[in-house]
């Protein structure tokens, strides 16, 4: 068509008229670390895993989480999920529930039979783990995935270590437990039971180990010095509850004195509910001080268990037992008063923590031992070159997500060690804080409560207490994901753009400034849900 | 076909012979009978494929023109005298953007004083609009015409105004020769716009240019009337070859040959001019006439031609430019630039008034003698301006113009108004 | 039916795209094959609120019409800054003729085209016509309600930013009261944009009782979309009013564009509604209620509002003035109350 001059213009032509010389700063995409993430103890990419759960892609959410965490049937039950606590949705209404979502993916891998991924080639070195628990057993996974030979040695007759020992089956069933344990010994790893390693030097050597990952745990029950009458029946909360693992049940009688603060003290009271006793908490000083996490002292509560706060145990009798009634004072420590009173006992079951049996590091030259446990390095490495330590027996918060994370950490440590190199953990990434997101883009959505054993029998079964989702729940709850710090690929940068300076690359791939036509003027940073880019003064 | 009929009615066929598709109508004398014929033809099915559409002014008549010549449809609406000035925005803003709409102007006054009657003031203040205005002196051409305007507009891509005296023409009832469809056909081809809205070869119309490209898209403009300057001679003889009549063309030589004393005018004036020179020629007076048909573009040459064996040239005008005299007659002497000949402006018809052969005689008479001032108001009422002048010396509040004169000649008192 | 809201956790219906959603349900915008009606290189100032509406508006209508759409802009703005000579960012056919006439070019567009489509020359090609609020509601009112009347198969966009622009930000009938513009300074004993009586548009085109009426903001571009292609579903006349934030003449900052268009409808001060046939048939709820403060304090054009001495009672009347749209309009979600 001949067109009229300068009035009639052909379409599109704009584009010779490159506006991204206006600029002043620039728009720059960026992945900030979600606090979900950072919280994590055993460092699982908790957002990049629910990314796949939220279009219903469970395997490959399993496999996102398995790559950190291979027991997150275990997890969903049993881990103190802290990243929930940290969730920016918190701010919003309510946390995401990840652990539950953790939970429905783990049995959802039972359910279907997933395995985990073994090794691509194997490395020709030999790993010796020694402890079956969260963290040796996390530590053979990773290793086996290294492609490192594992050989495992655990003291007592079964895998699972305190998950097993420490852990009612009314919060952890023995099958799922099992399950998980049995998975990981199926990518090779050489377990030896009933095994228990006296001189790890020894052990070593006669196994021709390249390392070692030490994960003993915790298991010596501490005794408080309580004069006792003979006949008293004074028992510590390990042996309790792993005599509940056995055969023979032990004989507690009506009344249950539990003493202690900690999330041990509240599973033996709630187990001695089960076994038909009047479990009865005595702790020195009161709830909002109480070690135990608040849900588990609040479900004991519900189930009918009583706590007498702000009381010391001064002497134990054949059935009673002497109280001091305790105050607190300006620093918020418990004194006594010097006021005393009987209640009567039955039993008495001392959770008052645990040592760990260091036996096994004697004679080991440069170790360093502090208040019971062993010192090691940022690399878990004691002060022995070759081997490592981790869990309950190191210094940290004992907890299994702890135990697994530093499992997963020393095995990263043990490959770069055996390969003569130093593992560099990624460098730590700005974390996406509330002020970052656009809040505005996500819909109401309060958070799905998993489902709840009735009361009568959550007093008198060992029935699992605490219910999985179901799919479409699990589906919701991964969906109320923020996905904070983290491109989800909504479109929105591509879509305010005046300038249509974003380039849409396709999903999975993200997207692209175009930054000849950007004039910078922040739009795309403001309406970003989740704090994924980020204005940076432009060079001039 | 001869038949007798009214003004325009014979425009309202002619524009529908010429299978216009979109006609926007807003009422304003003496335009509205050619609106109101076409609506009915449209109507009755008489033009198809045709939308009329009453629009709600003449602003809106343009601008709804606009958007459908662009879209590639044959476009027609008419309009006169404040309906023209209402939509003088988009009258230029048509020509600006190149779209071969066709109006009409049923030639009238603008106000105040409100009057419907006819002179050319309204077309003309539209002389630099952009837009080819061709003035017509019977109504047998004002229907030729409208058909050459479709043509040449489309030729140029330019809007075509066709100038028609307001009543004098629209409202006569004459003997025209109407054609027939197949001659209209074999004239006139269908519409093949130069640029037109379509989704499939998008484009921008009506971009905003700066300093950097506006002179020449002007200068453009200048070119395309130029271009018309030479194809509205060619079209007229297209058109007599087709229809066997002289219409159209640039200008219109009455008895030019020997003539010491050139007349030119515009329009249906011309007629009565015609037969004043008539009688003068009879009386020996060596008198002719020129007919300006293309005031815009204007052919300066052709008049030129015409008047340089002429010793003096009376440029009789409908229009007044205010605070100088003509407004023709400007176009004429630039023709007459160089030739050594008197020159005369004489306004007349303003308003209606009519213009008599008596008048028209006698105006000639004084030319021929030499006592034909530089511009002359033909029957001017002097008493009435004299006294009103003579008021407006001596009062501070002298009241309306207009109502005052007509006090004085009497009207209202005599209980007319 | 009004808008359905999908909730779609993580971000429901509030992001441009949704990786979750089927495709068929997925905005425009969020298509990598867009037809980016407005393309770049266009000179619209950062952040512009018009440059996105038009973008957004004239895409769902393309999208529509798969393809087959021609538009008639009114002068301003979005006329400038798209149409230099040489260059264009428009990649429809286009065309702007005056800054009063759009609704009248349109309606010559649509005879032309139905000329056109009865003799088999063209198919069925639909007509935009976009203008702002100067060229809508001021010096086009009269071509607009001529339309309206008409009937004429036209969707007339207005992109209201509440004044003249491009001319350097004087007042249009669409400004709010107590707004400073260069007309209506913040001096004297009523600083700002007087309280008149008012003239929304939408309203009186409600009033010509045309088949579709709308407004909808940039903050909600799955509303604005859903809008625009209802509306195109529909034949003969309709209207939607977009709001559309100016950083320039509001005195915001850039990137508050969407922010601010989100306040204007959470406070209640536009809007947000469709109405068929001149009945309101739906309301788009407002979701967190603000005072108006949120979104006058934003905006410099306020500034004398928040002065030393704050003017709580010119405040309170334009919360007054929230809260009637807010019950006319019917807001607020009645199961909430």
């Not at chain 3, 489509?117 to 607009?144: E, P, S, W, Y």
């Not at chain 3, 934003?298 to 807010?326: C, S």
Request: with cysteine; hydrophobic share 40%.
């Amino acid at each position: 068509m001949e067109k009229p001059f300068a009035i009639t213009l052909d379409p599109g032509s704009s584009l010779a008229n490159h506006t991204g010389s206006w600029r002043t700063s620039r728009p720059v995409y960026l992945d900030r670390l979600p606090p979900c993430n950072k919280q994590c103890p055993a460092g699982e990419d908790i957002q990049g895993w629910l990314f796949h759960a939220e279009s219903g892609d469970y395997e490959s959410a399993w496999r996102h989480l398995t790559k950190d965490n291979p027991f997150p049937a275990i997890m969903g039950r049993v881990c103190y999920h802290t990243c929930e606590g940290a969730c920016n949705r918190g701010q919003l209404d309510a946390p995401v529930g990840i652990n539950s979502v953790e939970h429905f993916l783990g049995d959802e891998a039972l359910k279907q039979g997933w395995k985990l991924t073994p090794p691509a080639s194997e490395s020709g070195k030999h790993v010796l783990v020694v402890g079956a628990g969260p963290s040796g057993m996390s530590a053979a996974y990773h290793l086996r995935r290294f492609g490192h030979s594992v050989t495992l040695y655990e003291a007592g007759p079964l895998l699972g270590g305190m998950m097993r020992f420490g852990i009612p089956k009314y919060r952890l069933p023995r099958d799922i437990l099992e399950a998980e344990m049995q998975r990981v010994v199926d990518l090779g790893v050489t377990v030896k039971l009933n095994s228990k390693v006296d001189n790890i030097l020894k052990t070593m050597e006669e196994g021709k180990f390249d390392a070692a990952f030490l994960a003993v745990g915790a298991h010596i029950g501490k005794r408080a010095m309580i004069p006792a009458g003979d006949a008293a029946k004074i028992i510590d909360a390990i042996s309790l509850l792993r005599s509940m693992e056995g055969e023979d049940k032990p004989l507690l009688g009506r009344r249950v004195v539990v003493y202690g603060g900690g999330n041990t003290a509240i599973d033996v009271a709630r187990t001695a509910k089960r076994m038909g006793a009047e479990p009865l908490i005595v702790y020195r000083r009161t709830r909002d001080k109480m070690p135990a996490h608040d849900f588990e002292l609040e479900e004991a509560l519900q189930e009918g268990i009583m706590v007498k706060w702000l009381s010391t145990i001064k002497q134990a009798h054949e059935s009673s037992l002497t109280i001091e009634k305790m105050a607190l004072d300006s620093k918020g420590f418990p004194q006594p008063t010097g006021e005393f009173e009987t209640i009567e006992a039955d039993s008495l079951v001392l959770a008052l923590g645990q040592d760990v049996d260091l036996g096994l590091l004697e004679g080991v030259p440069g170790l360093k031992v502090t208040d019971g446990v062993v010192e090691v390095g940022p690399n878990m490495m004691t002060g022995y070159a070759g081997i490592f330590a981790g869990g309950d027996m190191v210094p940290a918060e004992r907890n299994v997500t702890v135990g697994i994370g530093h499992g997963k950490q020393a095995a990263r440590h043990i490959d770069g060690w055996l390969r003569g190199e130093q593992y560099l953990p990624p460098v730590q990434r700005e974390v996406a804080t509330f002020d970052k997101l656009n809040t505005w883009y996500y819909a109401d959505a309060p958070k799905t409560v998993r489902p709840m054993l009735d009361i009568i029998r959550r007093q008198s079964t060992f029935d699992e207490v605490q219910g999985a989702l179901d799919e479409s729940n699990a589906l919701f709850e991964a969906r109320r994901c923020l996905s904070c710090g983290n491109c989800f690929e909504c479109d929105n940068c591509y879509g305010v753009c005046p300038d249509n300076a974003v380039i849409k690359l396709g999903p999975g791939n993200r997207f692209q400034f175009n930054y000849d036509y950007c004039k910078g003027c922040g739009m795309c940073v403001a309406e970003c849900p989740c704090g994924a880019i980020k204005m940076e003064a432009e060079e001039i | 076909m001869l038949k007798q009929t009214e003004g325009s009615h014979a425009v309202a066929e002619a524009v529908g012979l010429c299978r216009p598709e979109v006609i926007c109508a807003y009422p304003i004398s003496p335009q509205t009978h050619i609106v109101e014929g076409l609506g009915e033809m449209v109507k009755a099915g008489e033009i198809q494929d045709c939308e009329f559409i009453n629009v709600e002014s003449e602003f809106a008549a343009m601008s709804v023109a606009i958007g459908s010549s662009a879209t590639g449809a044959r476009t027609y609406t008419a309009t006169a005298s404040q309906g023209l000035l209402f939509m003088a925005e988009a009258v230029y803003n048509a020509s600006g953007l190149g779209l071969p709409i066709v109006m009409t102007v049923a030639n009238r006054a603008i106000g105040a004083p409100i009057n419907i009657w006819n002179d050319h003031t309204d077309a003309l203040s539209q002389r630099d609009s952009g837009w080819i205005q061709l003035f017509a002196e019977t109504n047998q051409e004002a229907l030729d015409l409208h058909i050459q305007a479709f043509k040449l507009a489309e030729e140029v891509s330019l809007p075509v105004m066709v100038c028609m005296d307001g009543f004098i023409l629209t409202h006569a009832y004459e003997r025209v020769d109407v054609p027939t469809q197949e001659q209209v056909d074999a004239f006139l081809p269908p519409y093949e716009p130069r640029q037109v809205l379509d989704p499939t070869d998008p484009v921008s119309i009506g971009a905003m240019v700066g300093p950097e490209a506006f002179s020449e898209v002007r200068y453009l403009a200048h070119a395309k009337q130029m271009q018309a300057l030479e194809l509205i001679p060619r079209l007229a003889e297209q058109f007599k070859a087709v229809f066997g009549r002289d219409s159209g063309g640039l200008t219109h030589s009455y008895l030019l040959d020997d003539a010491e004393t050139v007349v030119v005018a515009m329009g249906s004036v011309l007629g009565t001019i015609k037969d004043t020179v008539d009688e003068m020629r009879a009386a020996g007076e060596k008198i002719g006439v020129l007919g300006i048909t293309s005031y815009r573009p204007f052919p300066l040459d052709n008049v030129r031609a015409a008047l340089q064996n002429a010793q003096r040239v009376v440029v009789l005008e409908k229009s007044l430019a205010v605070g100088i005299g003509g407004v023709l007659s400007t176009d004429v002497r630039m023709a007459m630039s160089g030739l050594q000949l008197h020159g005369h402006t004489v306004v007349a018809g303003l308003g209606g008034r009519a213009i008599t052969r008596k008048s028209l005689r006698a105006l000639f008479a004084k030319a021929v003698r030499g006592e034909l001032g530089h511009l002359t108001f033909l029957d001017l009422d002097w008493n009435v301006v004299n006294k009103q002048l003579e008021r407006e010396r001596t009062t501070r509040r002298s009241g309306p113009a207009a109502e005052s004169m007509l006090r004085d000649i009497g009207v209202i008192a005599t209980g007319i108004v | 039916m009004s808008f359905q809201p999908v909730h779609f956790y993580q971000t429901g219906t509030f992001t441009v795209g949704n990786r979750l959603l089927a495709q068929e349900e997925r905005s425009v915008q969020a298509n990598m094959e867009r037809t980016n009606s407005l393309n770049s290189g266009h000179r619209a100032c950062q952040g512009c609120g018009e440059a996105l509406g038009a973008r957004y508006a004239i895409d769902a209508a393309m999208k529509a019409a798969s393809g087959r759409l021609i538009a008639a802009n009114a002068t301003g703005c979005l006329e400038v800054f798209s149409t230099p000579y040489p260059e264009t960012s428009w990649q429809i056919p286009w065309i702007h003729s005056l800054f009063g006439n759009t609704a009248a070019v349109a309606t010559g567009i649509a005879a032309a085209i139905k000329v056109k489509r009865h003799k088999g020359q063209m198919g069925d090609v639909r007509v935009v016509a976009q203008g702002g609020d100067g060229g809508t509601t001021d010096i086009g009112f009269g071509c607009l309600s001529g339309m309206f009347e008409r009937n004429d198969d036209v969707l007339y966009i207005c992109y209201d930013n509440g004044g003249y622009m491009n001319t350097g930000v004087q007042r249009s009938s669409a400004t709010p009261p107590a707004a400073r513009t260069a007309t209506t300074m913040p001096v004297g004993p009523e600083p700002g944009n007087a309280f008149g009586q008012g003239k929304f548009v939408p309203a009186i085109a409600m009033a010509h009782e045309i088949p579709y009426v709308a407004t909808a903001t940039v903050a909600d571009l799955r509303d604005l979309e859903y809008k625009v292609t209802k509306a195109m579903g529909m034949r003969g006349a309709r209207y939607i009013h977009i709001l559309v934030p100016c950083p320039l003449g509001w005195g915001a900052a850039s990137e508050d564009t969407i922010k601010l268009a989100r306040l204007a409808k959470e406070t209640g001060i536009f809007p947000v509604f469709e109405a068929e046939g001149g009945e309101l048939t739906s309301s788009l709820k407002i979701r967190r209620q603000q005072p108006v403060e949120e979104y006058l304090k934003l905006q410099k054009r306020y500034a004398h509002l928040f002065g030393k001495t704050p003017a709580v009672a010119t405040i309170a009347r334009l919360q007054a003035a929230a809260d009637k749209n807010i019950r006319k309009y019917g807001l607020l979600d009645q199961e909430a109350n």
